[in-house]
């Protein structure tokens, strides 16, 4: 992929096409992430598998680096990798870990999925791209949402609500990376920020390095191939087309990338896990999503001639 400039029009205008290709590539394997935590956690603690994806991610794009020759990214662009890399990479990926552990697939992505109320909002206030009334409405319904995927697993005690609680802690990690890796993006290419967030990651989880190898020694071979298909797919792929799209548009709009992902997973947990969220949870994932469609909905917009111009302007009208 090309990572020469590419303008989008932020009032509107069309995404290009292999940014679209892109950000659909990183949902897929996103969503298969879900599952294959899901199968892996049954053999990885959750700090070790964390660490295991993130060297396996880690090897492979560094090489990308050496072999594309891309060095080491300008000194502008370290704050948001450093933040995206212990954030989004690290205690995201052992948050989602653990919580896995607690909730099946479909439930963990459809909690997880408030991250781009989040993520618009914080890109909202830092990133200057608008703070409107339907998203602060949209984001309220997403908790309330939340809220209903709690209530509808605190039957079975209080590890469900513990999930629960980690997979909304993993959404604040990667709304808040995403954010602080999109001004990097200004000044590194995909491959830079996607490797070295990598590599920070995988640096902040070695106190988990003793963990891994004790799984590791005792893992069945499928649970590893799991954790290694982490590594080099969802990771080391998928962050990159991400990063790739997210330099060409707004944290908000590839947010609304992630919207199809919950879907995606119950129905390869179903096939793969022979898991499917039950009424309620998934009552409670409609209404996160009916949050986030709240969010994104758009005010009608007319075109009006203002006197003066040579063309005329295009204003809002509610």
């Keep these: 992929m090309s990572d020469s400039p590419s303008p989008t029009d932020r009032s509107g205008g069309r995404t290009e096409p292999l940014a679209l290709v892109a950000a659909g590539v990183t949902v897929v394997l996103w969503a298969s992430a ?10 990885y603690a959750p700090g070790a598998l964390a660490l295991g994806r993130l060297l396996s991610g880690s090897l492979v794009l560094v090489a990308l680096v050496v072999i594309r020759r ?19 990479f690290g205690a995201y990926a052992v948050a989602l ?17 408030v991250a781009p109320i989040l993520m618009a909002l914080l890109a909202g206030r830092f990133l200057g791209e608008g703070l409107p009334p339907r998203l602060l409405a949209g984001m309220a319904v997403s908790f309330a949402g939340a809220a209903i995927v709690g209530i509808s697993m605190s039957g079975g005690g209080g590890t469900s609500l513990l999930g629960v609680g980690l997979c909304l802690a993993a959404a604040v990690t990667y709304a808040i990376g995403v954010v602080a890796q999109k001004p990097a993006l200004g000044h590194a290419t995909p491959l830079q920020a996607t490797a070295y967030g990598c590599l920070i990651g995988a640096v902040a989880c070695l106190p988990f390095a003793g963990q891994l190898v004790h799984d590791v020694a ?20 998928a962050f990159t087309t991400w990063a790739y799209a997210l330099k060409r548009t707004t944290a908000g709009r590839m947010g609304a990338t992630t919207y199809a992902v919950p879907a995606i997973v119950v ?18 994932g409609v209404v996160c999503l009916a949050g986030v469609a709240v969010s994104r909905s758009r005010t009608r917009r007319a ?16």
């Design 34 to 43: 879900f599952v294959s935590i899901r199968s892996a956690g049954e053999s």
């Design 267 to 284: 129905l390869m947990s179903w096939l793969l896990l022979d898991e499917v969220p039950g009424w309620m949870t998934l009552l409670g």
């Design 218 to 237: 005792r893992a069945p071979l499928p649970a590893t191939l799991n954790m290694v298909y982490l590594g080099v797919f969802p990771t080391a792929l």
């Design 70 to 88: 891309e060095g080491l990214p300008p000194r502008a662009a370290w704050p948001g990798i450093i933040t995206s890399g212990l954030l989004w």
């Design 303 to 318: 075109a009006v001639p203002l006197a003066g111009d040579d063309a005329a302007r295009t204003v809002g009208i509610r």
């Design 97 to 113: 870990n653990w919580g896995e552990q607690l909730v099946d697939a479909g439930t963990a992505s459809l909690v997880v999925n």
